[in-house]
């Protein structure tokens, strides 16, 4: 069994998602991030990040329990785990795969999440932030909108690890400044990805917990986000 610690964030809904497309059971822990028990010893010693995903696989390498933190590894274990051609076993596809993966890790990621901070979150109106990070998400769809007008898929003709790693993270595309409209080939991907089963039932883990009221958090809830605790 899979223990995945979990709180409604695209890097979580990662694996979540993966977890489902690979029909892997598994345990929902929540860490709830606004309440800081990411910072909880117990949690620090799976994700000495504190962060959110990790997981703990009780049948490991030796069947002996691992853990594992940082979404992207998560996702290249569980895929390596189960075989799955998700993460092909080709090396030129799993090159690929691979490349995908890690520009939705140093790229989509961290930039598309500053511009949700700035845009956002930020209890400072600060122009120059929200005009560099709105105009990096813009280039960063642009380079996906140009690879889907050749592929299906970002890694190739095949949905793989690359797709699942960042649809989450374009699914908040109003609060990045995007218009799905301007990127006829990302519009298209998105709306293939997104009515996938697995795709669904990986977004509505903890579904109940998600705050829809659109506030910004305040107080301990925002320092224990935004790293001031």
């Avoid at 223990?3 to 993966?18: C, G, M, R």
């Avoid at 594992?68 to 795969?97: N, Q, T, W």
């Avoid at 996906?144 to 190739?156: C, E, K, T, V």
Wanted: hydrophobic share 40%; charged share 25%.
């Amino acid at each position: 069994m899979i223990q995945l610690f979990f709180w409604s964030t695209p890097n979580a809904y990662k694996v979540s998602i993966l977890l489902e497309e690979l029909a892997m059971p598994y345990e929902v822990v929540p860490v709830h991030i606004g309440k800081g028990e990411q910072f909880e010893p117990d949690f620090l010693s799976i994700s000495p990040n504190n962060k959110v995903p990790a997981i703990v696989d009780e049948e490991g390498p030796g069947q002996a329990p691992i853990c594992v933190f940082e979404s992207g590894a998560i996702m290249v274990y569980l895929a390596e785990k189960a075989k799955s051609d998700l993460f092909p076993a080709d090396a030129r596809r799993r090159s690929a795969v691979l490349q995908w993966l890690m520009f939705q890790m140093g790229g989509v990621g961290p930039m598309l999440g500053q511009a949700h901070h700035f845009r956002k979150y930020s209890p400072e109106t600060i122009p120059y932030a929200i005009d560099r990070y709105t105009r990096e998400a813009h280039r960063l769809y642009g380079v996906i909108d140009r690879q889907l007008s050749r592929h299906a898929y970002l890694a190739g003709d095949e949905y793989s690890l690359a797709d699942i790693a960042t649809y989450p993270w374009l699914r908040p595309y109003k609060w990045q400044g995007q218009d799905l409209n301007e990127w006829p080939n990302i519009s298209r991907w998105y709306s293939e990805v997104r009515a996938r089963p697995a795709v669904q039932r990986g977004l509505a883990v903890l579904a109940e917990k998600v705050d829809r009221s659109g506030k910004p958090p305040e107080g301990e809830r925002w320092k224990n986000l935004f790293g001031q605790s």
